[in-house]
């Protein structure tokens, strides 16, 4: 082992679609060709969008392409005191504080503009926490798409890190879960490109350890929207798992020989495995999935 511990954190809001196989079969190949660990976790924290059995059915769908987790797969739910405490821990630091502000307040200004930030509001069913933010640049260098960096206070302002209807925040749940799952390695989409600031400023504020990070490039359909449920992205088919993989080594700029799509699975992990490169990962933001059955 290098101590390379690398992760895929899927939501269980539907099964798994052609841009989820790419961004776990892209994590999952920069794990084992460098040698390291790769986790599952499930992100499970918002029961209004999940859809019943899914967390089951991706699970499936990654086994059914060869793509084995590490130890055990680590539910968000599972983690709501852990949240819940570094909340309390932060507001009783002064370092986050509640925010009543409406929806048509917020949608008035393009950064938070700190209107309760001295207010002294208690945290209750009517508000939200968020962290204060500084003059802190905060930069990290991209394993694909570069130098990234935000000034926290003029460019991102206070985040909000609980919500109003009682459930975690992404931002804080994420890098509570990359510090607790000892992850040194994030690839992922570069949709959450713009998230990472917040949490390795979060992660900072709480002095704990930072992640390196790699975006790939977001799978979109035709209309250029991201494959999701809400875009009705089809579901990919595990009994074409050889075929979908090939497709996704070719997306991930792989160049897998054509043969390779009627092999079994795991000699297609295995040559990938053994090809892989992040050199060769495009480094453009989104693109067009051109696998036939999408």
Known sequence: MTGYIGRFAPSPTGPLHFGSLLTALASFLDARANNGIWRVRMEDLDPPREQEGAAKVILDSLLAHGLVWDGDVLFQSTRLDAYKNTVQALLDNGLAYACTCSRLQLKQHAIYNG?????????????????????????FNDGIQGLQSNQMDTELGDFVIFRKDGYTAYQLAVALDDDFQKISHVVRGSDLLDSTTRQLFILKRLGLSTPEYCHLPVVVNQDGQKLSK?????????????????????????????????????????????????????????????????
């Open 115 to 139: 209107a309760c930030r001295n207010k002294r509001l208690p945290l209750n069913r009517k508000s939200a926490a968020r962290i204060k933010c500084g003059p802190e640049i905060i930069s």
């Open 230 to 294: 809400q875009t009705c992205a089809p579901a990919i088919n595990p009994d074409r798992n050889s075929e979908n993989l090939y497709h996704a080594l070719i997306e991930l700029g792989q160049n897998p020989d054509p043969g390779l799509a009627r092999m079994p699975v795991q000699k297609i992990i295995n040559w990938a495995i053994s090809h892989w490169s992040l050199d060769k990962v495009p480094k453009k933001l989104t693109i067009t999935g051109k696998a036939p059955h999408l």
